[in-house]
Every structure is written in C-alpha cells, then in structure tokens.
C-alpha cells in the first residue's frame, strides 16, 4: 500500500521560500504608504478648508467613481449600473451635506475618514501580520477574520482619540460612544468594501481602476466611504444642527 501523500508545511524561516511568501505578503506596502502620504494631506486640507475647495474636490471625485464604475457595468444600462450610479451621487451630496455644517460639520468629517482610514490600515496590518481563516473567501479571497477584528479595534481606538481631542471635557460616556461609533463605522466599511469586491468578482475584474498606486481605482480606495457617509448623514439629520455624531 503506498503511503499517503504529505502535505508540504510552511516555509522554513530564513530560506528564498520563505523570504519570497514574506515580499508577496507586503509587495505593496511601498506603493501604499506613497499613495497615502500623497493623497492624505490633500484630502484633509480640504476637509479643514470646506466650503467650495471641499464641494469642488468631491464632485472631481465623485466624477471619477462614475467613470470607474460606467467603465465596470460596461454595455449593461440596467438598474445595477444606474443603481450605482444613484449610490456615489447620494454619498456625494451626503458628505457635502455634513461638512456644510457649521458648528459640527468639519468634526464630523474628520471622525468618519480618520475612523474609515484606521479601519483599512488596521485591516491590512492585522491580515498580513496574524493571518488566519478568510473572511468571505467567496467575495474576497484575501481578507480574513484576524484583520476584520483589527480594523474594527483600530477604528474604534481612532474615533475615541478624534473624540478626546476634538471636544472640549473628558466624558467617559461620550469617548465610549465615539469608540462605538468608530466600531459601527469599521463594520459599514468593511461591508461595503465586500460589496465592491463582490461586484468586481461579477464583472471579472480585479480592481476598478490603475489611478491609485498600490490601491487600484477610486472605487478600491473609497468603497468603505460610500457605504458610511449616507447612514452618517442620516444619524447627523436625526441628532440635529450643531451635535457630534457621538453624542
């Protein structure tokens, strides 16, 4: 009887195996950190800024998410191109919307990218680093639980820190509620971040663009802001003019 088949285990450390699965694991690190250090400032110089530079800068974007995503429905004029069509126009305005306030408005929008951007860093670190059972393996082969959780304590870690210093007073009970907030905001992004995936698994595609190095398309990168923005609009216009999203 011959003997069963062995499986081979896991690179041993030090040896090219191993030294070539560590550089795929963080091929594009590099790419990230670069593309991070240039779009970050901007976008949050806009933030900072509002009013016309902030409105101006999210129709440019929201233009381009159109594009990316025509381009990715290609012929098909049905309701799943028009639906997501109707999808970036709603977040656009929602954003737009939240950063007009006044009083709250620049808060807000800094607590809802701060906590989306912690949630993917978070992600990306944890997943590379502990690895671990997938996620969906369906919908996105790459993502697992380990970095689902770090997104989500990443997130959280975030909002508390907006919170605390961002507005005035120690609260426990309103830095609990921005830490809860950030955790609600990890799980919309990591949902809608999903759904995209999903959809590039429908269209065949592995990413929805090239226009963003190491990321891929506006689509890759904003995913998880178009599935927060529109439910932090509506929390905004239920708590009122004027409130923090966490209070």
């Not at 919170?163 to 830095?175: E, I, M, Q, Y």
């Not at 995936?197 to 998880?224: N, T, Y």
């Amino acid at each position: 009887m011959a003997p069963a088949p062995v499986s081979p285990g896991p690179p041993l450390p030090g040896t090219q195996a191993a030294r070539a699965a560590r550089a795929a694991r963080w091929g594009d690190l590099r790419l990230r950190v670069v593309s991070a250090v240039v779009m970050a400032p901007l976008a949050l110089a806009a933030i900072w800024i509002g009013g016309a530079v902030f409105a101006g800068l999210i129709g440019l974007v929201a233009l381009g998410l159109g594009i990316e995503w025509a381009r990715l429905c290609g012929s098909a004029w049905g309701g799943s191109r028009l639906a997501g069509l109707g999808w970036i126009v709603l977040a656009g305005v929602a954003l737009i919307w939240l950063r007009a306030d006044p009083a709250a408005g620049r808060v807000n929008v800094l607590f809802l990218v701060l906590a989306v951007w912690a949630s993917d860093v978070g992600a990306y670190l944890a997943g590379r680093l502990i690895g671990g059972p997938r996620l969906a393996p369906r919908l996105s082969p790459g993502k697992t639980w380990a970095g689902a959780v770090g997104g989500l304590a990443t997130a959280a870690a975030v909002g508390t820190l907006v919170a605390l210093v961002c507005t005035a007073g120690r609260d426990p009970a309103a830095l609990a509620r921005a830490a809860a907030l950030g955790a609600v905001v990890s799980v919309l992004g990591q949902g809608g971040d999903l759904a995209e995936s999903c959809a590039k698994r429908c269209f065949g595609v592995k990413d929805s663009g090239r226009l963003i190095p190491g990321h891929g398309g506006l689509l890759d990168r904003l995913d998880a802001v178009l599935a927060v923005v529109p439910l932090a609009a509506l929390l905004a216009y239920l708590l009122g003019p004027g409130v923090v999203l966490w209070g």
